[in-house]
């Protein structure tokens, strides 16, 4: 439990101060605790009604009792439904909140000695992961991405100009261009979670983690969620789930840390995430520098042939 709270709280997680903001409050984010998920979608809603995010679909995908798929444009939470084939043992060995089917005739001796395949659902609502090192603000030639004093990143619709170079640079593919008729909002920019920018400015929980009956969004300074999230886990070791582990939780990954981590009961592909992200512009700053002396050599060659053929 000590070694997990020290790699949780080591490196530098606050962004705000490198991005100019002085006296910045603490950083703000989210933990999700997938293990008590009900699949509601209550976050999805508060969601949409709060930041006034276009219908994306309302149909199901005929794989699982999802409408939406994956995060995007219109899809600023993204509730997974994810059905397992499992040993009974496993899908019953804590009672985590979340539905678990096993044969119906199995009493508890004969589950212990056969230990016979149930069903489970796995659950998970996902979001934009507000990085540490975040490239979709590298790569925005406008500003118009830019972070904020809560050190989350944000989309000003008045500015981007729908280039969409932000697109491919997101590790985790949630940014995206909004396509819709000429009456939907915000065509052909890009859009994103804003962690609810308009109310963490008047000191108010975001819609998701206001409207989550389970708590299994929680919203607060990011260090605080990482404590919370290492005791969950703890916890759940405690209590058998031993495959419970926490994702995008480190400041010492691949992308500085998120403003957005995870408890998961499987692994990250399971739920559709990267199992190993990193900020797609790490190489930059080592490119600019490469194309610089390429430059530089090419200057010199052209000079020397001007000073030659003036002979």
Known sequence: MTALRDQLSGGKTDPAP????????????????????????????????????????LDLLGTSYDNTGELGASTW??????EQQVPVSKATAVDLGMPAVGPPDAGPEERADDDPTGLRWLMSS?????????ACLDVCPTGSLFRTEFGTVVVQDDICNGCGYCV???PYGVIERRTGDSGTKNVGIAQ????????LRADQTPAC????????IQFGDVDELRERAAARVQTLHEGGVEE?????????????????FFLLLDEPEVYGFPPDPVVTTKDLPAMWKQAGLAAATLLAGAAVAFAGSRR
């Open 18 to 57: 490198d991005a100019g903001w002085e006296e910045a409050p603490a950083r703000k984010g989210f933990f999700t605790d997938t293990s008590v998920c009900i699949g509601c979608k209550a976050c999805e809603v508060a969601c949409k009604e709060w930041n006034l995010v276009p219908e994306d679909g």
């Open 126 to 134: 996902d979001v934009c992961k507000h990085c540490t090192h975040a």
């Open 192 to 199: 994103k979670c804003t962690l609810c920018y308009d109310r």
């Open 168 to 170: 491919p640079a997101c």
């Open 244 to 260: 419970a582990q926490l994702y995008n939780a480190s400041p010492d990954d691949g992308i500085g840390g998120a403003g957005a």
């Open 209 to 216: 983690a206001q409207a989550c009956p389970t708590e299994s």
């Open 77 to 82: 939470r993204h509730v997974a439904f994810i």
